[in-house]
């Protein structure tokens, strides 16, 4: 590949984004010059685009010596890093990390990317978020913070920096993310889900959002959990689980087993088979539904790869456990197998 190329937007076409970063990183480069004044030149739009995201860099330099901004920078700089090392993951990962850092601080609209013969808007970001990191369906992102803390998000999955001074502040939105935390007693590591808070000092824990219920497992360290009317100290190999506003409980577990997505598979011991269906959706825009109550209530214990619905279905199937038919490109029926 050219690297004068830039990377190829949704649309099909180079994209103001990757210029900027590719210019801001080789700035005394005369052959990119030339071939981005050709880009800039060959569309309208070309120029719009630019416009908008050199804009916003321009405007980061009121605030070039804030504290947070420096944090947020630096968080940028490890993505992009690990977005060169994954190209597909470029556009979505890498990019977005870049000009939602700066359109967060400044508080203040999107740039535009046309897609399929429509404009789309591709960030728009909220005041209070010093930088948002966010993965699509089947994706995952690790990201290194300032201090040297990670973060790594699930599929589906978003997450605000909100504070980085005397305590560093961060908030899972939805999704699912694990949290390696450098120790520093000074400045508390606080993770915001579902409107309770999760403090640790030197820690590493799993942080899970969905519609309705929020669980946080811890693997190393200690956290202390706390809501509007009760506080409690978790210890490693438990997890604790809230829906809605019910009391919480709190339950041994197997956090190494809780967390295997980071490394790209699910383990399930004697779970309904209904239960391991729904978390293997979460990792594929390919869904697999079952057609059978009893089907879906059939424990079974294993390892499966993310995203790999084929394979988790093939597996049932080879095992005589179902029958599976596909109702459309994006669909899996699952039927009890012949006889039953």
């Known amino acids: 590949m050219n690297d004068n190329q830039p990377q190829i937007g949704p649309s099909g076409s180079p994209d103001a984004a990757e210029w ?27 120029r719009r685009d630019w416009d908008a995201v050199d804009g916003a860099w321009t405007r980061m330099g009121d605030l070039k010596d804030d504290p947070g901004v420096l944090a947020a920078r630096q968080a940028m700089k490890v993505d992009l890093a690990a977005a060169r090392r994954q190209p597909h993951m470029r556009w979505a990962a890498g990019i977005a990390a870049t000009l939602l850092t700066a359109g967060a601080m400044l ?16 960030i728009a970001a909220t005041p209070r978020a010093l930088a948002v990191y966010a993965t699509p369906v089947g994706g995952q992102q690790i990201v290194t913070l300032e201090d040297g803390s990670k973060v790594t998000l699930s599929t589906d999955t978003e997450v605000r920096l909100n504070e980085w001074g005397r305590r560093r502040g961060l908030t899972v939105v939805k999704g699912e993310a694990f949290f390696e935390v450098a120790k520093n007693p000074d400045r508390p590591f606080v993770v915001t889900a579902s409107g309770r808070t999760v403090t640790a000092l ?28 009760a506080v409690v100290d978790i210890t490693p190999g438990h997890e604790l689980v809230q829906a809605g506003d019910k009391p919480w409980t709190v339950q041994s577990r197997n956090v190494a087993d809780l967390t295997s997505w980071r490394d790209g598979s699910l383990v399930f011991e004697n779970r309904p088979l209904g239960a391991i269906v729904q978390e293997m959706n979460r990792y594929s825009a390919r869904k697999v539904r079952i057609n059978d109550a009893a089907l879906a209530a059939t424990p079974l214990s294993g390892r499966f790869r993310t995203g790999d619905v084929a394979g988790f279905v093939a597996t049932l199937e080879a095992y005589g456990m179902a029958k599976a038919g596909q109702t459309s490109p994006s669909l899996i029926d699952l039927y009890p197998p012949a006889g039953e």
């Open 107 to 122: 508080g203040y609209g999107s740039w535009r990317q046309a897609a399929e013969g429509q404009d789309k808007a591709v």
């Open 202 to 229: 030197g820690t590493a824990f799993d942080v899970r959002v969905e519609p309705g219920q929020w669980s946080v497992s811890l693997l190393e360290g200690k956290i202390r959990v706390a809501a509007a009317h």
């Open 20 to 46: 900027f970063v590719r210019l801001q990183r080789r700035p005394d480069d005369g052959a990119l010059r030339q071939a981005f004044e050709t880009w800039l030149a060959a569309d309208p739009r070309n």
